[in-house]
């Protein structure tokens, strides 16, 4: 096995994940609501990472919900040892498939427990209170929900804690709690709001987790993303991700797939490394 582009990312002492992880939520069936339609071919896209040599899953029990999670127990328990689970809390679905927030103490309670169940753990490597909406923070005080997971934490059911669709201040607000090893927002090469969070989270050894690689981009933007990516013989997935590798060394990746030959294709582009020219010319696309 070769090394994992952009190595490992020490998120604490005792938690040191490959920057290159995978995001499990596209295992669920289409608009992450109910079973896939091929439940083997979710659970060889598990045992493809792990044979791939990634030790970071993103997931969430609302993903299905709880499918996403199932899968995960039924396909890699019990966990290799140095497989790290991240799981979300602060949101349910209904019967539509919305995603209302649930962020109430005994809501968040509930979803731990849930996680653990579905899981088969004892307790949760690293719990991220989602907070905003699909793709940006909403204004407000965290303390409420984000007290009640710290004392999950200091009841041993969660490791580490950490934050997802969320503003400065809100961390900021969060850390005067508990300490947060993570950060999950939307962001890429073309959405880069976060770029003063990213570098302050950095300072602080904290890692970034940015979703949506190719999310969000104007017509012209995936004009100027294709042209490089043809440039350099590359996919323009390819090139998001060797353009997020080299943002900065706390940013890490969770790109998520179905297809065990998509994974792989992911984990391989992912160790290009982009030249000053297209370097140059992918931080110009977010002001174009």
Not at 172 to 198: G, K, M
Not at 249 to 277: D, F, M, Q, Y
């Amino acid at each position: 096995m070769t090394e994992l582009p952009g190595g490992s990312f020490a998120m604490a002492a005792d938690l040191t994940i490959t920057r290159m992880g995978y995001g499990a939520m596209q295992l669920a069936g289409p608009n992450v609501f109910g079973p896939p339609a091929d439940r083997a071919g979710a659970i060889a896209v598990l045992r493809a990472a792990i044979e791939l040599g990634i030790t970071h899953i993103d997931t969430s029990d609302f993903y299905g919900p709880y499918v996403t999670n199932q899968i995960i127990k039924e396909a890699l328990h019990p966990y290799p040892s140095d497989l790290h689970i991240v799981t979300k809390v602060g949101a349910v679905r209904d019967d539509e498939g919305n995603w209302p927030h649930a962020r109430a103490p005994e809501q968040l309670r509930q979803a731990v427990h849930d996680n653990l169940d579905h899981l088969g753990l004892d307790a949760l490597d690293v719990v991220n209170l989602r907070v905003g909406g699909f793709d940006s923070p909403e204004p407000g005080s965290i303390a409420e929900p984000f007290t009640a997971l710290a004392e999950l934490q200091q009841d041993g059911l969660i490791k580490h804690l950490g934050l997802s669709t969320v503003n400065a201040e809100q961390i900021a607000e969060a850390q005067s709690i508990a300490p947060v090893v993570t950060v999950q927002n939307f962001y890429n090469v073309a959405h880069r709001v976060d770029d003063d969070l990213i570098d302050s989270l950095a300072a602080q050894e904290i890692s970034y987790v940015p979703y949506f690689p190719l999310g969000g981009f104007s017509p012209l933007q995936s004009d100027e993303l294709n042209s490089v990516a043809a440039r350099l013989d590359a996919t323009p997935m390819a090139v998001a991700l060797a353009w997020l590798l080299q943002r900065s060394p706390n940013i890490l990746l969770i790109p998520g797939t179905s297809s065990v030959a998509h994974i792989r294709e992911n984990v391989a582009g992912a160790a290009l490394t982009l030249p000053g020219k297209e370097l140059a010319e992918l931080n110009g696309l977010w002001r174009s």
